[in-house]
């Protein structure tokens, strides 16, 4: 997501395209100035940890600030730098303000200011991480409920010393020391993270797509941006099968299952259903696409492993 002002960095971080009558997706935080570092430093006193994943529709975690909780986070990898916290949650603790940002849409309007805080400590399992900056946020209600569902965003940036694994057959988080062998074109490939965003390449059809790995989009598979439409292979006509928000627009969610598989690696994924949306910039896969795999991501050597569970 490009900024207009080459002065501004830019980070999204994307709470999950759900389908359903709201969404909140996709957030641009624009921060003035250089970005802060998502933290100062981290430890983790064995080679690896593991938690659990508390959803089966959502990679939730616990976590622990200052000492305090559990706390549930969602670890989202469509969210560049420590995550975000919520309002509630950031008053709750007394979380002392360092910054403001400029939060927006992929729109690029209806931006607004929002404070930046700062956690003592955040742990996830053994792994530990110190001085955590997180944007504050009104989270929203979690669907037929008063209250959200989580407390927080973890997001990609938390983990870059670490390989961060998503096991989604296992429903386990694991976070462990040490680094992916290299890129083979089949199980692990290379990314590239412009926006801080781990980005593939997949095979649609007959077109290569940059889409992001993106763990916060609770309910879609493919989403690929409105002007898709009539370049990929389609089964049927899209249809309109719902609408979606982000904090600041609403917009339709055009949906059509592919003709054939997208590829990723040596990996193919038959007759995903799609999801068009006009103010999305890029293209994205979520968790309904990437609940099939162990996915690995390596930010150090910008590497990313989909491996299939044996028997799978």
Do not use: W
């Not at 003035?32 to 508390?54: I, N, Q």
């Not at 469509?78 to 949650?89: E, H, K, M, T, Y």
């Not at 989009?217 to 989403?223: K, T, Y």
Request: hydrophobic share 40%; aromatic share 6%; glycine share 10%.
């Amino acid at each position: 997501m490009k900024s207009s002002c080459p002065c501004l960095a830019v980070a999204a971080l994307a709470v999950g395209l759900v389908l359903a009558t709201t969404v909140e997706s996709q957030i641009q935080v624009r921060r003035e100035g250089a970005p802060p570092r998502p933290f100062d430093r981290s430890e983790m006193t064995s080679a690896s940890t593991e938690v659990p994943m508390l959803s089966a529709e959502n990679v939730l975690v616990e976590v622990r600030i200052d000492g305090k909780g559990p706390y549930r986070f969602a670890l989202d990898t469509g969210a560049a730098g420590g995550g975000r916290i919520g309002s509630a949650l950031a008053k709750d603790l007394g979380l002392k303000v360092v910054g403001q940002a400029m939060a927006g849409d992929p729109s690029g309007k209806n931006v607004e200011r929002i404070d930046i805080v700062e956690a003592g400590t955040l742990a996830v399992g053994d792994a530990t991480f110190s001085a955590v900056k997180l944007p504050v946020r009104d989270l929203p209600a979690a669907p037929g409920r008063t209250q959200p569902e989580f407390d927080g965003v973890l997001g990609i940036g938390l983990f870059r010393d670490y390989l961060l694994t998503l096991d989604y057959p296992a429903r386990r988080v694991r976070i462990e020391k040490g680094e992916l062998p290299p890129a083979d074109g089949r199980e692990v490939l290379g990314f590239e993270d412009r926006y801080g965003i781990p980005s593939i390449k997949l095979q649609v059809g007959d077109l290569e797509v940059a889409a992001d790995v993106d763990s916060g989009n609770m309910r879609g598979e493919l989403v690929l941006p409105a002007s898709y439409i009539g370049k990929v292979p389609l089964e049927k006509d899209p249809v309109v099968v719902g609408r979606g928000r982000t904090g600041f627009n609403e917009f339709e969610i055009k949906q059509a299952p592919l003709k054939g598989a997208v590829r990723i690696g040596s990996q193919s994924v038959e007759r995903p259903l799609v999801d068009f949306v006009e103010v999305f910039p890029h293209a994205n896969v979520g968790h309904a696409f990437l609940r099939r795999f162990a996915v690995t991501i390596d930010q150090k050597n910008h590497r990313i492993r989909f491996k299939v569970p044996a028997g799978k």
